[in-house]
Every structure is written in C-alpha cells, then in structure tokens.
C-alpha cells in the first residue's frame, strides 16, 4: 500500500458546482471518418449468447409493484422487468457507459430512476464510468447529468419527500489522483451539483444510508483506495483517511464520525445500514481492516461502537454490503459468496441462498411493503423471490456474461469457446440446425471460469483452458474428462512477486500454433512451449519482462518505477505468426514486446520506441499473409491514463507507426486484429465499442451499429465474421463483412456497387420437428441463411431497384424487385402475430442495403399450404413448400439500380457436413420441378371445375394435397428421392390425367 497519509487533507465547505463546468462534453473526439457509415450501415451485430448471466452489481424494485424490478450489470448496463424475472430487457444499450454502480428508483415517483456509472467493487477489471444518468419515464430515455471524472460511484441516495434531490457517493479514479470525488448533491433533478464532502485527491465516498422515517439524518463513508497495474490481491485495500460521516440536514453538510470503539488502524471499503424504528440511533458499519474487519454497531447514533461479530467475510472491498430489513430493527442482510440475514442485530448470521464455489452477491432490494419480496444481485445476475429466498427466479436469462478470450475451431458451423468471468467457460455454437441458438447449442468446456478456452486445431473435441494463477487443463468431449496439464501444476494467483516460482496475473495467456506442429504455448514471466498436448514442456525464454534477479527494496510496499526490476511484470500476450515458423510475438503487462524467429532460442525486445513502462500490451495480433507484420493493442487506464493507443510494424518490430490516435479520447484499446482477407482493413475492440479502419489504422470510425455499449475484451476474423468477446454482454457476431472488404479503397462517387457476395451454402434455416420453443425463451440468434447480397446505392439514387439471379447458361433463377408485390401464403392462420415476422424486402434508396436470397426456386403453386412447424418468434413462419433449392454451382447476381446494371459471380456450395453426390442432387431437382409442373396442372384443373364439376375439384383439391405434402418432404433433405415418394408421385399424376380427362 502507497502510504498517503502525509498528504494534505481537508474537508471541503459547500462548494456550488454547475453540471456545465464540472463535466465538459460527453462527446469523444474522433478522427474524421475515410467511410460513410451509410456504406455498411445495414450489417447487423447478433447475440450468439450465452443466456448465462453474468454480474449484477445493482438491484431495484417498486414497493406493492409486484411484476417490475431492474438491475445494473458490471458492464451490462440497466435492465427491467415487468414478469417478476421470467424475462428481461435491456434498457441501456446506447448510452456513454454500460458499467453500472448504483441504481436508485425515487421513492416519491418510481418512474424516475437514478443510475451512477462505474462500480466501485475492488477487483482486476474493475470498469469505469461516466458519471450519473436519470430517466423519467421508468428507463425507455435518458438523460445524461454530468460528473464524467468521478469514474466510479458506490450509492445514489434520492430524497423520500423529492425525486429532484439526490446526493452521489463518488469513489474517483481508483489509479490515480483526482479531485471529483466525495459526496455530490442536487436539488433539481441533477442540473446542478453540490460538492457537499471532499477530503482529498486520494479518498472518494462509498455508501450513504438512511432511513425513510428521518430523511435528514444520512451516514456516509469515505474510502482512501488505490490500485495497481499488476494484479495486486495481495495489498489491502485500505488507507489512513477511510472513515464514517454525519449529516443532519439531509445531506447539505458533514461531521466526521468520531465515536469510540472504531479501529483506529486504517480501514478499507465501509458499508452503512441503519435500522428502521431506531430514530436513527441503531447503525451498523461492515469495515474492511488489512487483516480482516468485521460487523460494528452503534446504538447512539455513531457516539459509540462496538464490534459484533468479527467473522471478516461479512466484508471486503469486492463484495461487502449491508441492508437492514425494512419492518425489523433486529434482521440486517450481509453480502459476501453467500447471501445472508441476522435475526439478532448481526451477532449471527444464517446463510439465505448460495451453491459451493460462492456466488458472491453484491445487492438486494426489499419491499418495504412486503418484506418476503426481494431482488438479489451476483455475480450470476439478478433474481426474484416472492417467498422471503425459498425460491427465486432464473439467472439463466440475462446475456451479461463477461468474457475474455476468444477461439474458435475449424467445424462446420464454427464453434465459439471463451471463458466467463465468475461463472466457467464455453463453447458455443455460431449457428443453429434449429433456426435460433438456445440451451441445446452450448455446455462448459472443462476449465476456469474467464481466461481463454483454445481447441486442438486437430481435433475440436479436445480443448485447453487457461485458468487462475497458471493452470492449464486439457478438457476431452467425448469422454468429458478435464486434465490438468499446467506446465506447472501449483497456483499462484494473487501470490506476490518473489514468492512462487512462476508468476501470472489475471490472466493465463494461452494460445495454439495455426502451423503444423500445433505447438502449446503458456506465458508467464517466461515462455512455456509444449508438442504433446500437454504432457511434458519446455521453457523457451528467459524472463522476458525486465525482472532483475536479487532486486533491492522488493518488500512491502514497491513503487511504480520499481516494480519491474522487482518482478511484478509477467507475459498477457502471445502470438504465434500464421505465415512462419518459430516466428512468436509476446507481450507483457508493464510495456514490452519481444520477438524470436526460431523458436526461442533467442529474443528480441523490439517494444515500441518510448513506449512507458507499465503500458499493458493487451494483445498482439501477427498478421496472417506478412510475417514482417504485427499489431498490438496497448492499454494504460490502469495507470489512471484512457487514451486509446495501438501500434503497427512492419518489419518484424525494427520500427513501429501509432495508429490509435484515430479511436476516441477516453477509449482504452482492448483488442486489434488485422482482417486476414483485406489488407488495410483492421478491427478494434476498446472499453466502450467496436470501431473499424479501412487505411490500415490512419483513421478510425464506429463499427457499433447496434451493438450495445460495453467493453470488448477479444476480437476475432474468422472466415468471413467478426466475433467479440465483452465485458458484460455475452458473445455477439458481425456476420459477413464482404461490404468492409469492399470498402477498402473504393471510390463511393455516382456508381452503384454490387458487393462480390461471398461464398453461399446450401442450409435450411430451421430444421426443427418439435414444438417451437415459446417466446419467453431465452434464445441468440441464427445468422442469414443463404445467399448474403450488398449493395450500396449513390446519395443521388433513385427509382426503383432490381436483383436478378441467372444459372450458369444465362437462365433467369430469381427476380426481387424493390417494388414487389409480397402476397402473403395461402395458408391458415392460427397462432400469434408473433410468429408471422416480416418477409424479406428488396429494398432502394441511397446507402447500403442488405438482401438475403434463401438459394430456392420459387415456391410451386399450390391451392393451399400449411405453415411449418419450425418457427422462429419475430421471424416469417415458413409456409411449405417453400420451393426447390438450386444445385451447387456458379450463379451471376445482376442488380440494376439507378439507371445501371452491374454484375458479380454467386457460387453456391453444398453443406459440407453432408454426403451426397451431384446425380443425387440432380435427380431430387429433376422430381421437384416435376412435382412443381403437376402442381402447377392440379391447379389448373381446380381453377377450371371449381364452379362446374364439384366431383372433379373435390378430386383436384385432394391431389394438390398429395401433392403439395410430396413436394415439402423432397425439401426437408438433400438425398436422392425414396422408390416410395416415386411411386406416390406417380400415382398422383395418373389421378391427375384421370381429372384432366373429365
């Protein structure tokens, strides 16, 4: 711990502050954009999941509104309820920060909600914020208040006589110094701010309580807390100037607690309870000391205290919190990895709800008006209970989850393995069989919880995870076994430096060779290699983080400009080059990047010219086609410094060109990766988006589109997608990203662009037989299936456009016109709206367009059809028979726009995971287009007698219906046709001359 005791300390009067002067623009500064965003605005990020929530750091209900809560994500943003958690929706996707650390429904109007930004839990990636957020109108807008610098914010209190009143504790920068920190208050609604207690650059407010029934008594605390750029467990989180504060007036000025009974050594994180029915004089305080702490209680109003219970794990700077039951005086609940509740003012403790492995809660709300209903926050999400925590809600419904690093395998379709913060890992699936991805699509992958989960490049039943302090396991599908493989297997997590043999830090790096022989690569302060999958490894480098062997004044507290000589440095990226061999790029957590191009058997430190010593090397990205060529992400905020940095070499590190000036101020770089079919075309991840470069890094622009505001922690180009790990949102896909290639260089003058589409495989939407999943399940989404075609019309556009797809000699396949006629199915109608969704438009107009071809003829016509079984809510339901598909092969698509026609190649490509052979194909073609012309002949007949021969349409009509169920089997696989269907078609037709000859 950095003594800060010498400092000069105060406590600040009043101090009137505008919003206007505190806070300046919430708008970054970014660099002009080389692209119009209308060029690609019509891609689309999609939710691949998990629905397996991740951290919820807030909670909040309605008193006597049963049905409607919300609760705030670590990264997640804000969420609501209006089912008592059977789903959730969220509500905070487009603001400026989605890291959420109090959340506040004003007592006098539950429409007005008060959210402060940035979680003040004590943890590796603790994530910022900007400042304080309201809504009037119970979450649907919101309006920004201000106090961006703050950073991190533990409690919002809000007046129970005003919903305008509200004062915000306010921890600060948690890395370094600054002066928007204490206790904040308004009075109208957040226009202006008070700056009602201020201590000093170094000490910021942590909670607030009181009690409805005397609004103007408030306790506070103060937290004098200051992090490291390593990982740092080992050092409390405590300081000197930490303490307990009074107010009388509701919160216009303070006095400092001074009553006696309070340890008197420095204390960390202070959490406040006081109890309902006391006039304010029963208040409990859960305080963090460097060598435990315990439960404190005080019966005359903070005069006096006395500890009474002394178990420590009642609090901490993570997850400690205290809230006393709103009816009892007696009942106070405690945090901590159980949820727990004390009958006996907290000189015992009863465990409420937990599972082995602790599910850390971090919040819970009461109703006042029925104290059996509660919300709880963990760091598995936010769940309900109506009967006082006999049974809750599911947490398995909230895409919060926050991951790390990602991988995926070489399967068809891919699969998505990383690991979740708090909760194991996964491997998911990138698409669905079954027309969405659900429960069915995902399950762990054997390692830690966050980190990173790499398959065998030569076998995806086999994956590696990367876990705490150093373990490595080795997770087998077929047999569900895990292994651990560690190179060595003794953890030494949250060890200090000097300690353990190997060091890491939140972090394990692990990653895999793309090159034959796939060697394993593990970093710790040195490199680890294995070429047996596991069993045996050598070390191939030397400390490579500027360690020096019998360091000096290595004890205790060491400062920054030590701690490298002193050990606290370790390996957080590795890249093994695709395009060489023995060719290996590392990165580590104070500054440096180092290369060997045989295999380890020399190194060299080839870090960025000036580059300052603690700037954390994110991850490196080896290029994929140029061994010369490599980017890597640098990240500061740790250092109390955001601004987005990134660098590219291009001659194997001799010389480095800083590319990310371009990003937004304030946006620290998570993530860079080059696209491996695009030269110039790059991707950035940072704390708050995704960003795109068509100029190999010289300028940036957004590439959020509708991806919600959270942290990218991974970045990855797989084939033709790009795939992002978050802080707090789960998995989420940009599929088929044609239209950035594309863009790369183009000239976006009067022309009409037809994008070259890329590869599209013959695959059916949804093949599900079984009842549809409801509605209320939880579910990501599928990508497009088909063929995927952009296009992007000129400013000056007009008219009416026209896509045309021809087979190989010229034969017109399919026509969509932007001024169609969709005529809806001749098909009954019995179930929801909800199923009927929107059909595909080919639409005009100036920007780019995406259309989505299914690879089908035209449907044949039929007297009726019937909706299929497998459907998708807020998705078209098909109606079968949906029409043949056409043959794998080379297709021309034609768009004509704007008075041009241009033109690019389709090929079209068989479902790899299926065996069948060309005739097979054809010979199922050649009996659909039969089916198609008989169907097409029933018809006809049906049209005819209809009026004059009732016997003979009866007959039609039963045909049509042999017929038509024929012709929606033959779709539903890519086989060769059964000698039955055959022969059913052939009796159909013989009937069918039978009523033609009528």
């Known amino acids: 711990m950095i003594d800060l005791s010498r400092k000069f300390l105060f406590v600040s009067s009043l101090v009137a502050v505008s919003v206007l002067s505190i806070l300046g623009s919430n708008t970054p500064i970014a660099a002009q954009s080389t692209v119009p965003e209308s060029a690609y605005s019509d891609l689309s990020w999609r939710l691949v999941g998990p629905f397996r929530s991740g951290w919820a750091t807030a909670v909040a209900g309605i008193p006597e509104d049963r049905e409607t809560y919300y609760f705030g994500g670590a990264d997640g943003g804000v969420w609501r309820t209006t089912d008592a958690g059977s789903t959730w929706q969220p509500l905070f996707d487009d603001q400026g920060s989605a890291s959420i650390g109090a959340l506040t429904i004003a007592p006098t109007d539950p429409q007005v909600l008060w959210v402060g930004t940035g979680q003040i839990h004590q943890r590796w990636d603790i994530v910022d914020g900007d400042g304080v957020y309201r809504s009037t109108d119970g979450g649907e807008t919101w309006m920004h208040l201000g106090l961006e610098e703050t950073r991190h ?57 009181g009690t409805p029934e005397l609004p103007d008594l408030l306790y506070a605390s103060l937290w004098q807390v200051r992090r490291y750029p390593w990982l740092d467990y080992f050092q409390p989180t405590v300081g000197p100037n930490s303490g307990i504060y009074r107010s009388d007036d509701a919160g216009r000025t303070w006095m400092k607690v001074a009553g006696t009974g309070l340890p008197e050594e420095p204390m960390g994180r202070i959490e406040l309870a006081v109890a309902p029915g006391t006039e304010g004089q029963r208040v409990w305080a859960g305080l963090e000391l460097a060598d435990g702490g315990g439960l404190y209680r005080s019966e005359d109003g903070g005069a006096s205290w006395a500890l009474v219970n002394d178990d420590s794990s009642l609090v901490g700077s993570y997850m400690g919190w205290l809230l006393p039951d ?451 399940e939880p579910t990501g989404e599928n990508p497009p299936v088909g063929a995927i075609l952009d296009y992007i019309l000129p400013a000056n556009a007009t008219g009416s456009t026209v896509l045309e797809v021809l087979d190989s000699e010229g034969t017109l396949v399919r026509r969509f016109g932007s001024e169609d006629e969709i005529e809806p199915p001749n098909a009954r109608v019995y179930f929801a709206d909800t199923w009927l969704g929107d059909p595909p438009r080919l639409t005009a107009g100036p920007g780019h367009h995406r259309f989505v071809w299914d690879l089908r003829y035209p449907a044949p016509p039929t007297l009726s059809s019937n909706y299929s079984i497998a459907a998708v809510p807020g998705r078209p339901t098909p109606a079968r028979p949906e029409g043949a598909f056409v043959l794998p092969g080379t297709y021309q698509v034609r768009l004509t726009a704007s008075g041009q026609t241009v033109s690019q190649e389709l090929e079209v490509a068989m479902d790899p995971r299926v065996e069948v052979t060309s005739a097979e194909l054809s010979g199922l073609l050649e009996l659909q287009n039969d089916v198609a012309a008989a169907l097409a002949r029933v018809v006809a007949v049906a049209d005819q007698t209809q009026e004059a021969d009732g016997e003979t349409y009866e007959e039609a009509r039963s045909i049509a219906r042999v017929l038509t169920s024929l012709a929606s089997d033959l779709e539903s696989a890519d086989a060769a046709p059964t000698e039955p269907q055959r022969e059913l078609f052939d009796h159909a037709v013989d009937r069918l001359e039978d009523a033609e000859a009528q």
Not at 185 to 197: H, I, P
Not at 547 to 555: K, L, T, W, Y
């Open 153 to 209: 914010i533990g409690a919002l209190w809000v007046d129970p006589r005003s919903a305008d009143t509200a004062i915000v504790a306010a921890l600060g920068h948690v890395f370094g110094p600054n002066e928007e920190r204490g206790l904040f208050r308004t009075e109208d609604g957040g226009s202006n701010w008070n700056k009602v207690l201020y201590l000093d650059a170094d000490s910021g407010a942590a909670d607030i309580a």
């Open 326 to 776: 709103p009816s009892d005086p007696n009942t106070v609940w405690a945090g901590g990895q159980p949820l727990r509740r004390s009958t006996d003012g907290g000189e015992s403790f009863q465990i409420i709800r937990s599972s082995p492995g602790g599910d850390d809660y971090h919040a819970l709300w009461i109703d006042p008006t029925d104290p059996q209903r509660m919300i709880t926050g963990a760091d598995q999400g936010a769940v309900v209970t109506f009967n006082g925590g006999k049974s809750w809600s599911s947490w398995y419904n909230q895409p919060t989850g926050q991951f790390y690093r990602l991988a995926v395998d070489n399967r068809f379709p891919y699969r998505i393995y990383s690991g979740q913060q708090d909760s194991g890992t996964v491997g998911i699936a990138s698409r669905s069989d079954y027309g969405q991805i659900t429960f069915r699509d995902w399950s762990p992958v054997g390692g830690d919880e966050r980190d990173g989960d790499v398959p065998d490049p030569t076998d995806p039943d086999i994956v590696y995870g990367a876990g705490l302090g150093g373990r490595v396991s080795k997770w087998n599908g077929r047999t569900g076994q895990v292994q651990n493989v560690s190179p060595w297997p003794l953890s030494s997590y949250a060890a200090p430096p000097g300690t353990t043999r190997y060091r890491y830090d939140w972090i394990t790096p692990l990653a895999i060779s793309p090159r034959p022989p796939h060697p394993i690569y593990v970093g710790a302060q040195v490199l680890f290699r294995s070429l047996d999958g596991g069993t045996s490894w050598e070390t191939i480098s030397s400390d490579l983080t500027g360690a020096i062997e019998g360091a000096s004044d290595c004890e205790g507290d060491v400062p920054l400009e030590r701690a490298t000589e002193c050990g606290y440095g370790v390996i957080f990226a590795i890249a093994p080059s695709p395009a060489a061999d023995g060719l290996i790029w590392i990165g580590t957590t104070n500054g440096r990047v180092q290369l060997t191009r045989n295999n380890g058997a020399s190194w060299t430190d080839v870090s960025p010219p000036n580059l300052p010593d603690w700037s954390k090397i994110n991850i490196i990205d080896a290029s994929a086609s140029d061994p010369a060529t490599a980017y890597v992400a640098v990240d500061r905020h740790r250092v109390d410094d955001p601004s987005p940095m990134a660098f590219r070499t291009d001659d194997f590190g001799a010389t480095w060109t800083e590319i990310g000036h371009g990003l937004p101020q304030n946006e620290w770089v998570g993530a860079i990766r080059q696209d491996p079919k695009q030269a110039g075309l790059l991707y950035a991840g940072t704390n708050r988006g995704v960003h795109v470069s068509f100029d190999d890094g010289e300028t940036w622009q957004s590439l959020k589109l509708n991806l919600p505001t959270t942290g990218i922690n991974d970045l990855l180009v797989h084939e033709d997608d790009v795939i992002v790990a978050t802080q707090g949102r789960a998995i989420w896909v940009l599929d088929a990203v044609a239209p950035l290639r594309r863009l790369v260089g183009a000239d976006l003058g009067d022309e009409v662009i037809l994008v070259p589409p890329d590869t599209a495989w013959r695959l059916r939407f949804n093949q599900n037989k079984d009842t549809p999943l409801p509605p209320e």
